[in-house]
């Protein structure tokens, strides 16, 4: 309980006054000569108890109205949690002072004891209450801290600037509405309290100057694509806080309310908010029910095309809310190598090509509803494109309207495979790059097969990978040669077999350095040995993950393999033989700037072989898809080496190889705001940690003439669900008595007035002083009528008498 | 109403000093008020025919005049009555009492019975006096000569209320003293037991008299007109109360009310004539009950 004019309860002593008024200004009784005195006589006893019960209760109404009067202007308040509570106290205190005063009335009056003693009783049951209540109250942990509505405050202003944010509605979108509240809020705060403009951006906030600073503050709020959690932003305001030294800390958190913002928050915080008396109001600038057709992260098939093969792109395209149709497009841009260039502070890009266009009608609805879209991409020349999914039309949300990609068309990656005589290769070749889609120019990898050769004299750095298929003991010059090679970022493929040996294998320390671990000897096992996953997140296995266990290995018995012992700390075990869980089978080792991938038996063994027993079914055995897949998968990673993830999310640090003598070592990156930026390779690779706005990121430089790459970066899918959270689900985290939501001016006033001054009991208490004196007024009037009118009434009572 | 009615106002009474003009200007501004009443006919100063009019016995219709003026005159007009009247006046301390400082209870009896004693001798009719307190105190024996009315007037005059009162035993004491059938009217505030009246009342019925209260109150008896906090005496044995006026009155109304009803209810059990008075009441009331009385005995 608080007071906003404490100083005014005093005004409860003039509670006196009418007690002096009784006592001491009591008429002294007028002598009257009254013959028929029996007859007041007979009923002098009753009426004088009557008339001093009157008394009583006259001077009681006269008291409470005092009373009542001083405790309304002295703004008595308390927090709305136990404001139920002080309205109960103070019904029992009025009720126990009545009782009190009949009680007193019968005692004096003589009334039987019983009844006086029952009213005793009752008072000090009331008494007894008032105790309980009160107790409950002090006691009431939930309670907040309540006082001065001027006082100054601790505020920190979150903005969640989300790109939901920027939903649109009546020409204002969510963000711009809640710097509108926001700026009237400031006006709104007490002079000299320190005020901080947070939003989800993970910048240092300190507390603003003035409250101009904090307008200005709101003022260049804008939307954040790449935000930190909103729990991130609530603990920093906290931290912020709980520097100040002022009493009243408030946060101030607009949201659009939309689930997804609020799934971070952990109902941890709810207590440490609770602990630290922080004050939240919660504005709600959402919209009750939002629209929107929204493009999902588009999936590309291939990144990388290779001739004239094509490739898929594939879109979910999700629906909130009203029928509607919208007509979507796959848009990529021409070439010019002219371009990018920044004209007047605006990025000129190519202009684009329609490729496609889909027609898609949603019919209402008030939960997601997604229909997929696939486009088939191709003919494109060779070089990087940037397209775009992008919908046509209009609705509130625009930032999820258009997706961007990056496609990269080249020329079949070279790939040099070296093996002994008479190892069939084909198997492994035409697992990767079937002959007639290397004929059609769509094959992917281009296969230069060296037999038993000397490869020290070859440039190994123009292929993408180096793969021994069942190689040959191999010279000690060949080693260091494909260790340069891999050290220098190139990638390697082994899989041992029947023609190396071991003291090949064993006769230097760099050849385990370049395997990954060291090989002992040639292992002899049964049909019951086959492959085993040691792990499905590796990339190599990552298309096995689905089917979970369910892929026949088993079907493929591996009886001979070498090996390997001693396993480095820089290698990873894929697989690894059933018969022996501590033998590898497959395992990647990075070594220097590059990647081993060594498989210990053999890839491409032929079923029939008459001078040996073949070690493995793998490539012979029947329906052999999983081998097929493990194959793709193992050059897809040896080559990918060499190539560049071209798609990103915001956020996310860009990472493309770029080989020195193949690409410039310098390039000019143009951002998709316009912005111009130097970027340099360091280790054969650039990095680009600067992607928080969506779409295309071109990398601009000279090798032999300009040479444009690039890549797309784009929003998060979940920004695009604007569905709202359910208010249980809020109480859940927040509690339910421990913030106040506000959709307007008024309820925002009204709720800061709630949680910073309490509820107010100036209304009940002026309402109580009307129905008090109404009641005095009454009393008043009946005790001491006119006289005039009192001598009325009896000569009327006389006439009816003589007639 | 004419200048002669007017006198039958209290107010305008106690401007006149002389008891006997008083009684005078009573009865005349009484009787000038019955010209159209059933009453006439008990006059012996009316003019000897009159128009018939409804009410009037048709036994006294003049023939003779009739015959002549082909008109209904009635020519009745001098009673022959032997009725014996006694006033009998309450002196106790309580009837000095007025509240407005005007006529006290006293007072307006004597004025009543100053006018009644007036008719009576008019009527030559013997009228007597009987006072009383807690006995009798003084008795004018009834004569009809002109001279008894100044007897009566004078001795009237003289009378103060003081003391206490015992009026059970005053009328029982002068039920015993009357020897011939005799109309009595008492003229008390009959502040005391009632009880012990009735029976004497019912005495002097039993003696074949016949009785008229006149029951005397002061307007503020009636109205108990008071406010604030008043400390009550009685007159007669000086015994106080302190009371809130203002929270008594109903109750007191009530009171004087059941205390009045009783008084009529047992009178008109007993055959006697009740009639309820306060000092700011007309005296035709009084008078016009007398006459009421006289007729039913005539």
């Known amino acids: 309980m608080a007071f906003l004019n404490s100083s005014l309860i005093f005004g409860g002593l003039f509670i006196a006054l009418p007690l002096i008024i009784h006592m001491a200004m009591r008429r002294k009784p007028v002598p009257q000569l009254f013959p028929a005195l029996r007859f007041v006589q007979q009923k002098q006893v009753s009426n004088q108890r009557t ?19 001083a405790l309304a202007f002295s703004g008595p308040s308390a927090d709305q949690a136990v404001a139920g509570n002080w309205i109960v106290i103070g019904i029992i205190t009025t009720a126990v002072a009545l009782v009190v005063i009949v009680a007193v009335a019968a005692w004096n009056s003589q009334v039987a004891r019983p009844i006086v003693w029952s009213l005793v009783g009752v008072v000090v049951l009331g008494i007894l209450l008032d105790i309980l209540f009160v107790y409950r109250v002090s006691n009431d942990q939930d309670t907040v801290l309540i006082g001065d509505a001027d006082a100054a405050v601790c505020a920190a202003l979150i903005f969640d600037n989300s790109p939901r944010m920027s939903y649109q509605q009546e020409g204002e979108t969510r963000l711009e509405r809640a710097q509108e509240m926001a700026t009237w809020l400031t006006s709104q705060l007490p002079e000299a309290s320190d005020v901080a403009v947070l939003d989800r951006s993970t910048r240092n906030v300190v507390f603003s100057t003035d409250l101009n600073s904090t307008v200005n503050s709101i003022e260049q709020l804008q939307v954040e694509h790449n935000p930190v959690s909103l729990e991130f932003s609530i603990r920093s305001a906290m931290q912020l806080l709980s520097s100040s030294d002022f009493e009243h800390q408030e946060i101030y958190l607009f949201t659009d309310l939309s689930k997804v913002a609020w799934e971070s928050v952990n109902m941890a915080l709810k207590k440490e908010m609770e602990q630290q008396q922080i004050e939240l109001f919660l504005i709600d600038v959402g ?34 809310g009203l029928e509607t149709t919208r007509t979507l497009q796959l848009v990529v841009e ?19 090509r329609i490729l496609a266009e889909q027609d898609l009608t949603f019919a209402q609805s008030d939960s997601i509803s997604q229909q997929s879209v696939t486009f088939s991409l191709s003919g494109l020349p060779q070089g990087v494109h940037h397209g775009q999914l992008r919908l046509l039309g209009g609705d509130g949300l625009s930032v999820d309207d258009v ?90 493929g082994v899989f041992l077999g029947p023609n190396m040996t071991a003291e090949n294998l064993a006769q230097e320390d760099m050849v385990a350095s370049l395997l990954g671990g060291s090989i002992k000897r040639l292992w002899r096992s049964d049909e019951r040995n086959f492959l085993e996953a040691e792990t499905n997140q590796h990339r190599v296995l990552k298309d096995f993950a689905s089917l979970q266990g369910s892929v026949p290995w088993a079907q493929f018995p591996v009886v001979r393999y070498w090996q390997m012992a001693e396993v480095k700390e820089t290698a990873q075990i894929i697989m690894r033989f059933s018969r022996q869980a501590d033998h590898p089978a497959i395992l990647e080792n990075s070594f220097g700037g590059g990647t081993v991938i060594t498989m210990l038996t053999p890839i491409s063994e032929p079923l029939n072989l008459e001078t040996r027993t073949p070690w493995n079914r793998l490539a012979s055995g029947n329906d052999n898809w999983p081998y097929f897949i493990l194959i793709n998968a193992i050059a897809e990673r040896l080559v990918s080496n060499r190539e560049s993830r071209l798609n990103y999310q915001v956020g ?95 309820e925002v006033s009204f709720g800061v007035r709630q949680r910073r001054v309490g509820q107010e009991f100036f209304a009940v208490l002026i309402l109580l002083v009307g129905v008090v004196f109404l009641l005095e007024h009454l009393m008043s009037n009946r005790f001491y009528a006119q006289q005039s009118e009192m001598v009325d009434s009896s000569e009327r009572t006389v006439g009816e008498v003589v007639k | 109403m004419t200048a002669v009615e007017s006198y039958l106002k209290p107010e305008v009474i106690t401007q006149i000093k002389r008891l006997d003009l008083r009684a005078q200007f009573v009865v005349k501004g009484f009787l000038q008020g019955l010209h159209a009443s059933p009453f006439q006919g008990f006059s012996v100063e009316f003019s000897e025919h009159r128009r018939y009019t409804h009410g009037d016995d048709p036994a006294d219709i003049d023939w003779l005049v009739y015959a002549k003026t082909d008109k209904y005159y009635v020519k009745k007009f001098e009673a022959e009555t032997n009725l014996t009247g006694y006033l009998a006046m309450d002196l ?133 007109p008071f406010d604030g906090m008043v400390e009550l005496q009685d007159p007669e044995s000086e015994e106080t109360l302190v009371v809130e006026a203002a929270g008594f009155r109903q109750d007191y109304a009530t009171q004087i009310d059941t205390f009045r009803s009783e008084y009529q209810s047992e009178c008109q059990n007993i055959g006697v004539d009740y009639v309820p008075l306060d000092t700011s009441m007309q005296f035709d009331r009084a008078l016009m009950e007398y006459l009421l009385s006289r007729r039913s005995r005539c």
Request: glycine share 6%; hydrophobic share 40%; proline share 5%.
């Open chain 1, 51 to 69: 008339l001093r019960m009157k008394q009583w209760l006259l001077l009681f109404l006269r008291c409470l109205l005092v009373a009542l009067l």
């Open chain 1, 287 to 320: 919209i009750e029910s939002p629209a929107n057709v929204a493009l999902s992260r588009p999936e590309l098939q291939d990144e990388l095309m290779i001739g004239q093969a094509s490739t898929e792109v594939s879109v979910d395209v999700s629906h909130l």
């Open chain 1, 334 to 352: 021409e070439v010019d190598l002219t371009l990018p260039i920044i004209t007047d502070g605006a990025l000129e890009t190519p202009p684009v």
């Open chain 1, 403 to 492: 997706r961007h990609f990056t496609v990269s068309s080249d020329v079949a990656s070279p790939i040099l495979i070296m093996t002994a005589e008479g190892v069939p290769t084909r198997y492994f070749t035409q697992a990767i790059a079937p002959q007639s889609e290397r004929q059609m120019g769509r094959a992917r990898y281009d296969f230069t097969v060296v037999r038993n050769g000397n490869i020290t004299e070859r440039g190994l750095e123009q292929y993408a990978s180096v793969i021994l298929i069942d190689p040959a003991p191999l010279s000690m010059e060949t080693w260091q040669h494909l260790t340069h090679y891999v050290s220098g970022g190139g990638s390697l």
């Open chain 1, 652 to 746: 996310e640090i860009v990472l493309l190889r770029n080989d020195e003598g193949l690409f410039p070592g310098e390039y000019q990156l143009f951002t998709p705001d316009a912005d111009l930026q130097n970027v340099q390779a360091v280790d054969a690779s650039l990095q680009v940690s600067f992607t928080n706005t969506p779409g295309a990121y071109r990398l601009k430089g000279q090798q032999d003439g300009p040479l444009l790459r690039g890549f797309s970066v784009n929003a998060l899918e979940s920004f695009s669900d604007l569905q709202r959270l359910d208010s249980e689900v809020l109480d859940s985290k927040l509690g339910a008595r421990q913030y106040q939501l506000a959709k307007n001016q008024e």
């Open chain 2, 92 to 224: 106790s301390k309580s009837m000095g009492f007025t509240y407005r400082q005007e006529l006290t209870k006293f007072d307006y009896s004597i004025c009543l019975a100053a006018a009644l004693c007036y008719l009576m001798i008019h009527q030559q009719d013997p009228v007597g006096l009987v006072t009383f307190d807690e006995k009798i105190r003084h008795c004018l024996p009834p004569k009809s000569r002109r001279s008894q009315l100044a007897n009566v007037l004078s001795h009237l005059s003289q009378l103060k209320p003081d003391g206490q009162t015992n009026i059970a035993q005053s009328l029982g004491q002068l039920a015993a003293m009357l020897k011939q059938r005799s109309l009595v009217m008492v003229f008390s505030d009959f502040l005391s037991e009632s009880q012990p009246v009735f029976e004497s009342l019912r005495r002097l019925r039993h003696g074949g008299h016949d009785v008229i209260l006149f029951h005397v109150l002061d307007e503020s008896e009636v109205t108990f």
